[in-house]
C-alpha cells in the first residue's frame, strides 16, 4: 500500500471513530465538548497540512491554487482553536466572534482556488464561471430567503449583526459549491477526482453551517452536537483531494474544449427554481401589475434569446475547436489532438491490457522534391501521401501529420492487425506519385512500435519515441519495409544508447540476458522446409534461429542478432545454432529422414581458419556426412579480407560441405561473387521474388540470374514464395528450388519431423 493510501486509511477510520462519538454521546456534556475540539482542531490541522504538501509537490497555477486553499484552510483551524477556547476555557458562547472572521477566510480562499485550478482556463471563461457562480448563488439565495432564511430573521432575540453573519455563512458556501460544480464539470480526465472530492468536502461543508444557522437562531445549537460530523467529513475530504492530487499527472492539456450542454445550461436552473418560487411572493403587489408583467416578459424574451446566443456560440466554437485539431494543409490530425488521442490509448492499455501501437512514417528525401519542383509540388505529393495513407487505415485508427513530412498512425487493438496496416502502408507507396505531370517514387521509412502486455508501465510519450528510432533504423537501412522497435536499436544508434540512460540501461540488460541465454544453450532453432519446384518433395531444411525470452515472448533474429554482431557473440551463438541443427538432423535421420541442413554464417566468421575444422568435427561426432551440410552465407558481408574468405571457404568445400550465397541480389558486388567463390547454391532475395508477378525489372533480374547460375551449374533457390502464382512463374523461368510460406513457415524440430512423416506417406498431397 503507498504512503498516501496508509495516511487517508488513518484519517478515514479517525473520521468515523469520531462520528460514531457523537451520535453516541459518550461521556457527557463537557467530555463531548473536549472530543468534538480535538476532533475539529486535529482535522483542520490535517487537511491545511495535505494542503501545504500539495502546494509543494505542484508547480505553476496549480501551486497558487493549493496555496491558497492552505490560507484558507488555516483560517478554518484557527477559527476552531477560537472557538474551543471561547466555549472550554472561558465558557462563554463564541457566536459571533473574531472567530468567524478566521472562518470566513475559508470561503473566500476556496472560490480562488478553485477558479486557479483547471489548466486551459481563458481570463474570460474563468470570469464566466465567477459569473455563473453569483448568478447561481443569487437565485439560489433568493429561493433561501423565502424558504428558510426570513423566519430567522424575524426570530427574536437574534441580534442584527449574528443573523447577517449566520446568512454569510450559507451564502458563501453557495457560491463556493456553486464555482466548485462549475469547474468540476470543465474538469480533465486527471484534475477529476480531486475535484469531486473537494465538491463533496464543500457541499458537506454547507450542509453543516446551514444546520448550525438554523440551530443558533433557533437556540439549539451546542458544542458536539451531531452536525459537527458534517464538518469533520468535509474536511477530511478536503485533506483527501489534496492528497490525491499529488498523485495525479499535472501536465497542462492543450487541447480546447468545447463546454458541454450541462455546463452551459445549469446555471440557468436556479433561475427557473427562482422565479418559481418568487413568483408567488410577488402577486400580491397587484398595484403594480402592468409594470410587473412586463418586466416578466422582459425577463423571459431576454432568457430566450441567450439561449439563443449561447447554442449558436456552442456551435462556432465546436467548429473552431475541431479546426485547432487539424492539420490545414492534410485535414488530418495534428500533434495536438495525436497526442490526446495517443495518451488516452495507452491509459487503457495500462488498464485493461488492451494493444496499442504507434506507427512513424517518414517520407525519404522529401526535401529534395521541394528544392527541386518547389514548395507547391511537395505540397501536392503531401497531400497524396495523405490520401494513400488514409486508404491503409482503419476508420478507428488515428492519423497524423505530425510536421513537415513526417506522420504517425496510433493503432488501437491487436499486433498482428497493426503489423498488417504498417505493410499496407509501406507498399502503398511502391506506385509512383503524379506531381505537375511527372511521375516521382517517394519511399517512406515506417517504424513500429507495439506497447506489449507486460510493459505496463509505457508511456505515450515512450510509445512515440519507439516508433521513431524504428523509423530512424529503417531509413539507416535503406531497404524499405518496415521496422519494428526492439530495445537494440538503441545499442545501434551510439547516440541514443548514450544519451538515454534508461534505454540505455535497457539495451544493457538484454545484452545480459543474451549472453547467458547463450551460455545456457537457451536459444531455439526452427527450420523451414525447401522445396523441389519440380516434383515438390522436400529437398532441404534451412535451419533459423530463435530466443525464446521469459518476458519478451519469442525474438525473431532481426531482433537480437544485431546485438549478437556488434559484440562479438557471432561464433558462441552459431556453435550453439549449429550443435541444435546437427542433433535434430541426426534425430530425424534415426527416424528414417536423411534430410539436408542449411545454417546461416555470419560472414566474418569465414575469415576465420578454425571455422572448417570446427565444423567437420561437429559433423562427425554425430556421424552425419558433411553432404548433409550447407552453410549460408549473406553476400554484402563477404567484402573485407576476399582472400582469406575464399581460403576457407575452399576449406569448406573440400571437406564436401556446401556453399551457398544468401540473400543474392541485395548487395553490389554479386557477380563478381560468382565468378571468384566457390558456390553451389544461390538464394535469390526475397525482394526480388515477391514483385515477380507485378514487376518486370524484377522479373527479367530473377530470370537472368536463373539462367546465369545454369550456365555456372549453380543450383537457385528462390526465397519468400507467398503464393502458388510465383511458384508457378518461377518454375517456368527454371528456378530449381523455392522456400517461403506458400510452402511452410518454419518449423519446431517435431513439426518438422511430422511433415515429412506425412510427405513419405502421401507424396501426391504435396504436389504443388
Ligand atoms: P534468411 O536467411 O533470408 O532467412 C529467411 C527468412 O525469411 C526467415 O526469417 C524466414 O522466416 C523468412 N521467410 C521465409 N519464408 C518467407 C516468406 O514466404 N515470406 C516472408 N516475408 N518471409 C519469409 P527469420 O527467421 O526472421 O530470419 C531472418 C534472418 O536472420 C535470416 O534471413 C538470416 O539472415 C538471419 N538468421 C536466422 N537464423 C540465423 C542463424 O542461426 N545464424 C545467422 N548467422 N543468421 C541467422
Ligand atoms: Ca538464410
Ligand atoms: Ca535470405
Given at each position: 500500500m503507498s504512503e498516501v493510501a496508509k495516511v487517508a486509511g488513518v484519517a478515514t477510520t479517525a473520521a468515523v471513530l469520531f462520528a460514531v462519538w457523537l451520535i453516541g454521546g459518550w461521556g457527557g456534556v463537557s467530555t463531548l465538548h473536549v472530543v468534538d475540539a480535538v476532533g475539529l482542531i486535529g482535522f483542520a490541522i490535517f487537511a491545511t497540512g495535505c494542503s501545504a504538501l500539495a502546494a509543494r509537490s505542484a508547480c505553476g497555477r496549480q501551486r497558487t491554487a493549493w496555496r491558497c486553499m492552505t490560507v484558507g484552510l488555516a483560517g478554518w483551524a484557527v477559527g476552531e482553536v477560537i472557538w474551543a477556547f471561547c466555549r472550554i476555557v472561558l465558557d462563554m458562547d463564541p457566536f459571533p466572534s473574531v472567530a468567524d472572521v478566521a472562518y470566513l477566510m475559508y470561503p473566500v480562499a476556496a472560490c480562488l482556488a478553485l477558479l486557479l485550478f483547471p489548466a486551459g482556463y481563458t481570463n474570460q471563461s474563468r470570469t464566466r464561471v465567477i459569473l455563473d457562480g453569483l448568478l447561481v448563488a443569487a437565485a439560489l439565495f433568493e429561493v433561501y430567503w423565502i424558504l428558510v432564511l426570513r423566519d430567522i430573521n424575524e426570530a427574536n432575540g437574534v441580534s442584527g449583526f449574528a443573523v447577517g453573519l449566520s446568512i454569510a455563512y450559507p451564502v458563501s458556501d453557495l457560491v463556493v459549491v456553486t464555482i466548485a460544480v462549475l469547474v468540476l464539470m470543465r474538469a480533465r480526465t486527471a484534475q477529476r477526482t480531486t475535484l469531486i472530492l473537494l465538491t463533496a468536502g464543500n457541499v458537506l461543508n454547507a450542509v453543516s453551517d446551514t444546520a448550525f444557522v438554523y440551530l443558533t437562531t433557533s437556540g439549539g445549537y451546542d458544542t458536539g452536537n451531531i452536525i459537527d460530523i458534517g464538518w469533520i467529513g468535509g474536511l477530511l475530504l478536503l485533506g483527501l483531494a489534496a492528497l490525491h492530487s499529488r498523485q495525479a499527472s499535472q501536465v497542462e492539456e492543450q487541447t480546447p474544449v468545447v463546454p458541454s450542454r450541462l455546463e452551459i445550461w445549469l446555471p440557468y436552473v436556479p433561475i427557473l427554481l427562482a422565479a418559481l418560487v418568487c413568483g408567488p411572493e410577488l402577486m400580491p403587489l397587484s398595484t403594480l401589475g402592468p409594470v410587473l408583467a412586463s418586466s416578466i416578459v422582459l425577463v423571459a424574451v431576454v432568457l430566450a434569446r441567450q439561449f439563443i446566443v449561447v447554442g449558436e456560440n456552442r456551435r462556432l466554437l465546436a467548429n473552431a475547436a475541431e479546426q485547432a485539431l487539424r492539420d490545414p494543409l492534410t485535414g488530418l490530425a495534428n500533434r495536438v489532438l495525436f497526442n490526446d488521442r495517443l495518451s488516452h490509448a495507452v491509459q487503457l492499455h495500462q488498464r485493461d491490457d488492451q494493444a496499442v501501437s504507434v506507427l512513424s512514417l517518414d517520407l525519404d528525401d522529401f526535401k529534395l522534391v521541394n528544392d527541386s519542383l518547389g514548395h507547391p509540388a511537395g505540397d501536392v505529393l503531401l497531400v497524396q501521401s495523405a490520401q494513400r495513407l488514409m486508404a491503409c487505415v482503419r476508420s478507428s485508427d488515428t492519423l497524423a501529420r505530425l510536421g513537415g513530412d513526417e506522420f504517425a498512425v496510433l493503432l488501437e487493438g491487436s499486433a498482428d492487425d497493426a503489423h498488417a496496416i504498417a505493410r499496407r502502408i509501406s507498399r502503398a507507396f511502391d506506385e509512383p506519385f503524379i506531381v505537375d505531370g511527372q511521375e516521382i517514387l517517394v519511399r517512406p521509412s515506417v517504424g513500429l512500435a507495439v506497447a506489449s502486455p507486460e510493459g505496463r508501465e509505457t508511456t505515450a510519450e515512450a510509445l512515440l519515441k519507439q516508433a521513431d528510432v524504428a523509423m530512424y533504423s529503417a531509413k539507416r537501412a535503406r531497404t524499405g519495409g518496415?521496422?519494428?522497435?526492439?530495445?537494440?536499436?538503441?545499442?545501434?544508434?551510439?547516440?541514443?544508447?548514450?544519451?538515454?540512460?534508461?534505454?540505455?540501461?535497457?539495451?544493457?540488460?538484454?545484452?545480459?540476458?543474451?549472453?547467458?541465454?547463450?551460455?545456457?544453450?537457451?536459444?531455439?532453432?526452427?527450420?523451414?522446409?525447401?522445396?523441389?519446384?519440380r516434383g515438390a518433395e522436400i529437398v532441404g531444411v534451412e535451419a533459423l534461429v530463435r530466443w525464446p525470452h521469459?518476458?519478451?515472448?519469442?525474438?525473431?533474429?532481426?531482433?537480437?542478432?544485431?546485438?549478437?554482431?556488434?559484440?562479438?557473440?557471432?561464433?558462441?551463438?552459431?556453435?550453439?545454432?549449429?550443435?541444435?541443427?546437427?542433433?535434430?538432423?541426426?534425430?530425424?535421420?534415426?527416424?528414417?529422414?536423411?534430410?539436408?541442413?542449411?545454417?546461416?554464417?555470419?560472414?566474418?566468421?569465414?575469415?576465420?581458419?578454425?571455422?572448417?575444422?570446427?565444423?567437420?568435427?561437429?559433423l562427425a561426432s554425430r556421424n552425419l556426412s558433411p553432404e548433409t551440410l550447407t552453410v549460408e552465407i549473406t553476400e554484402d558481408l563477404l567484402l573485407d579480407n576476399m582472400s582469406r574468405t575464399r581460403k576457407v571457404l575452399d576449406a569448406l568445400r573440400r571437406q564436401?560441405?556446401?556453399?551457398?550465397?544468401?540473400?543474392?541480389?541485395?548487395?553490389?558486388?554479386?557477380?563478381?561473387?560468382?565468378?571468384?567463390?566457390?558456390?553451389?547454391?544461390?538464394?535469390?532475395?526475397?525482394?526480388?521474388?515477391?514483385?515477380?508477378?507485378?514487376?518486370?525489372?524484377?522479373?527479367?533480374?530473377?530470370?537472368?540470374?536463373?539462367?546465369?547460375?545454369?550456365?555456372?551449374?549453380?543450383?537457385?533457390?528462390?526465397?519468400?514464395?507467398?503464393?502458388?502464382?510465383?511458384?508457378?512463374?518461377?518454375?517456368?523461368?527454371?528456378?530449381?528450388?523455392?522456400?517461403?510460406y506458400f510452402y511452410s513457415p518454419p518449423l519446431s524440430a517435431i513439426e518438422m519431423l511430422e511433415l515429412l512423416d506425412s510427405a513419405s506417406k502421401a507424396p501426391a498431397a504435396a504436389s504443388r
Open positions: 518496415v521496422h519494428t522497435f526492439s530495445p537494440d536499436m538503441y545499442l545501434m544508434d551510439p547516440i541514443e544508447a548514450n544519451g538515454g540512460t534508461r534505454h540505455g540501461a535497457m539495451a544493457v540488460r538484454l545484452l545480459g540476458e543474451l549472453r547467458s541465454a547463450i551460455a545456457n544453450l537457451d536459444l531455439s532453432v526452427v527450420y523451414q522446409p525447401k522445396f523441389n519446384l521469459p518476458e519478451r515472448g519469442l525474438l525473431g533474429p532481426d531482433q537480437f542478432l544485431p546485438l549478437v554482431r556488434r559484440h562479438g557473440l557471432m561464433w558462441s551463438m552459431t556453435e550453439v545454432v549449429l550443435a541444435q541443427a546437427l542433433d535434430d538432423a541426426a534425430w530425424w535421420r534415426s527416424r528414417g529422414f536423411k534430410v539436408p541442413i542449411a545454417v546461416n554464417l555470419f560472414a566474418p566468421s569465414l575469415s576465420d581458419v578454425d571455422l572448417p575444422g570446427q565444423i567437420v568435427r561437429a564436401g560441405i556446401r556453399i551457398s550465397i544468401d540473400d543474392f541480389g541485395s548487395g553490389y558486388s554479386a557477380l563478381s561473387y560468382l565468378r571468384d567463390l566457390p558456390i553451389d547454391e544461390v538464394k535469390l532475395d526475397r525482394q526480388f521474388v515477391a514483385p515477380v508477378l507485378v514487376d518486370w525489372r524484377a522479373a527479367a533480374i530473377v530470370r537472368a540470374v536463373i539462367d546465369l547460375s545454369h550456365v555456372l551449374g549453380v543450383t537457385t533457390v528462390a526465397e519468400g514464395v507467398e503464393n502458388a502464382e510465383t511458384a508457378a512463374r518461377l518454375r517456368g523461368y527454371g528456378c530449381d528450388i523455392a522456400q517461403g
